[in-house]
């Protein structure tokens, strides 16, 4: 039977009010090494993941762009440069240890002048109706508690015409490469995670979080719920990882 007032945070069951101070304590503790294990832990797969996020974006000069979730800000990177000066960039993160990592990449990549900083919830989001011509989440809707609440809250700011990408782990179509990836997920992840960052348990409930989500038709329906129209998805990698786009009607 469902509970309205407790959620998951990866396997366990918890108190709704519980879960973003599990989560936060998560990104709190990976923040410094972040990019780093991104790096290893996909064999530095997730920066072509990325790449197709940027092309599938239509995103040009001028164009205002929000990175929810967007921890050290590889994609705020890449946007900042090609919305050009007239153009704004907002990299947007709950958590302020992520942020602050971002900020400091970025500023030492020399992107400055159309980027700009916000510490926010993706539920909440603290900007007008109508203000972004494009909004990104990469690896962050599956920590939000109310996904449904953080699609309605996405489609209120964007313009009419404007399109959400959400990039997400998602269920793998092959039954074999499932098997495979299990038993990278659950065994070879915690363990790096050990070794290298000294923190088995972030890693678990990465490996955990992931098996949670919604899959890639489930997600598509709750975009077309939240208003979103033309929404499909492409998988990548074999469905590890979807690109949810939708577009505001
Ligand atoms: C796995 S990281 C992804 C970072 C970056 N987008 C990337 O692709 O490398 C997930 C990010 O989601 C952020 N996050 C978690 N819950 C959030 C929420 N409710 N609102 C906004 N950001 C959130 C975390 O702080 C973290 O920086």
């Not at 007032?5 to 973003?20: N, P, S």
């Amino acid at each position: 039977m469902s509970d309205k007032r407790t959620t998951h945070f990866g396997f366990e069951q918890v108190a709704v009010e519980e879960k973003a101070q599990r989560v936060a304590g998560v990104f709190h503790s990976v923040a410094a090494k972040y990019d780093m294990m991104n790096d290893v832990m996909s064999g530095g797969i997730h920066r072509l993941w990325k790449r197709f996020t940027i092309e599938l974006s239509g995103v040009r000069a001028g164009d205002k762009v929000l990175d929810i979730a967007g921890g050290t800000g590889d994609l705020s990177h890449k946007f900042a440069r090609l919305v050009g000066p007239e153009g704004l960039v907002v990299l947007a993160d709950i958590n302020e240890s992520m942020l602050r990592v971002g900020r400091d990449k970025l500023i030492d990549l020399g992107d400055v002048g159309n980027l700009q900083y916000a510490q926010a919830d993706a539920q909440y989001l603290p900007f007008p109706d109508n203000t972004f011509d494009c909004i990104t989440i990469a690896f962050g809707l599956r920590n939000v508690t109310d996904k449904d609440l953080a699609l309605a809250s996405m489609h209120r700011i964007l313009k009419p015409g404007g399109r959400l990408l959400v990039l997400e782990f998602s269920k793998p179509t092959n039954g074999l490469l499932e098997k495979v990836y299990d038993t990278y997920s659950f065994r070879l992840l915690p363990l790096m995670g050990k070794l290298i960052a000294n923190d088995s348990e972030s890693y678990r409930y990465l490996a955990e979080s992931i098996r949670m989500h919604p899959d890639q038709e489930t997600l598509k329906d709750m975009m077309s719920q939240a208003g979103f129209a033309e929404t499909r998805y492409y998988n990548m990698t074999g469905g590890i990882v979807a690109l949810h786009k939708g577009v505001k009607p």
